[in-house]
């Protein structure tokens, strides 16, 4: 109801909305809330202007809906092919490819990683999500960009900025190492970069940008700030980040993190279902690259610990049934209800 595109296409074809430059993008959020002309009232803005297909958010917003694909997966198929292209050239010419780095576990050992869906590793989640931004800057479709995101115009250090920084892809340990540092000054947790990589490529889907070597280093900024406020509790402020880039200033932070805001429409829910799924998906990825997650062998304080998560799980969700019973009882649950036998004088 109010959708004025669905109804004027095919149902056997997906809606296609027109393409917009980021800058016009960016100029029409804020135009949308200034005040009109005659002065008699502010500009509010039809629903049927705001509205998306359901085939069209599908498709191309992926940070808001769990069964869209993750873009970076996508990015990364074309070299994930390459490689195993040549693993198997390798194995047909007899070439040996190396020692096993995986685990495999036994009748005798069982191999497990502490890395959950809720409480991932922090070091190897890292890796990935660097790895990710890694594939989004290499397989790019285009250099676009704005000002604000631009390294050139907003320095983070007073070090000149090479004059080729627009044109050289920066390599996985570079981009490792600067997302390692903030992290490890501003002791945020692996979820947060979980929360970061939602928060990007949804920066890049809504403002349609491209993440490219001119502005990785403040766009991935830009998400590591908004993520570490939603997220976590006790937030670490701007002033802390300049603590952290000596080079940078407060308003720059102020500035950067009120232009994401707006590209991302000041949409910062991220469902439970999305970020599961950036979960496993950078579980492929790293199993994809042969980044291998910490396996350790099970031995019986391990086991020891994962029975009492388990129990304590258990116990969670048996608390939150009794008291979903007591509130009410429907028709599935008076199976399990006994009664007491009458007594008639």
Not at 59 to 76: Q, Y
Not at 162 to 185: G, M, N, Q, W
Not at 227 to 236: G, H, I, N, P
Not at 256 to 277: D, G, T
Request: net charge negative.
């Amino acid at each position: 109801m109010g959708n004025t595109v669905s109804c004027c296409v095919s149902p056997e074809s997906s809606p296609k909305l027109p393409s917009r430059q980021p800058a016009e993008r960016l100029e029409e959020l804020q135009t949308s809330t200034e005040v009109s002309d005659d002065n008699t009232a502010p500009y509010l803005q039809h629903i049927s202007d705001r509205e998306v297909p359901d085939e069209l958010a599908l498709e191309s917003n992926p940070s808001d809906h769990a069964r869209a694909s993750t873009i970076f997966l996508s990015k990364s198929q074309t070299d994930v092919r390459d490689k195993r292209k040549s693993n198997h050239i390798n194995h047909i010419s007899h070439v040996s490819p190396g020692p096993l780095s995986k685990k495999y576990s036994s009748c005798s050992t069982i191999f497990i990683d502490d890395n959950t869906v809720s409480q991932p590793n922090l070091k190897s989640t890292i890796k990935c999500v660097t790895l990710a931004i890694y594939y989004h800057i290499k397989n790019r479709d285009s250099d676009r960009s704005l000002d604000i995101f631009d390294e050139k115009l907003h320095p983070l250090s007073r070090e000149p900025v090479p004059d080729d920084y627009s044109r050289v892809d920066p390599e996985h340990k570079l981009i490792y190492r600067f997302v390692r540092t903030l992290f490890s000054a501003a002791q945020l947790t692996a979820e947060c970069a979980i929360v970061t990589l939602v928060y990007l490529e949804r920066l890049l889907t809504y403002a349609e940008l491209d993440i490219c070597p001119a502005n990785w280093k403040r766009i991935v900024l830009g998400a590591i700030l908004l993520a570490s406020k939603v997220w976590d509790d006790q937030a670490v402020w701007n002033v802390d980040y300049c603590q952290i880039l000596k080079d940078i200033t407060v308003e720059d932070m102020n500035e950067m993190e009120r232009h994401f805001l707006e590209l991302l429409q000041f949409n910062i829910n991220v469902p439970a279902s999305v970020y599961a799924k950036y979960y496993f998906d950078l579980r492929q990825l790293a199993d994809d690259n042969n980044l291998n997650f910490p396996l350790e062998p099970l031995n019986n304080q391990r086991a020891q610990k994962l029975e009492a998560i388990s129990r304590l799980c258990e116990d969670k969700y048996k608390d939150l049934s009794r008291a979903a019973m007591r509130r009410s009882f429907s028709a599935d649950n008076l199976i399990g209800i006994r009664h007491s036998n009458a007594v008639l004088s």
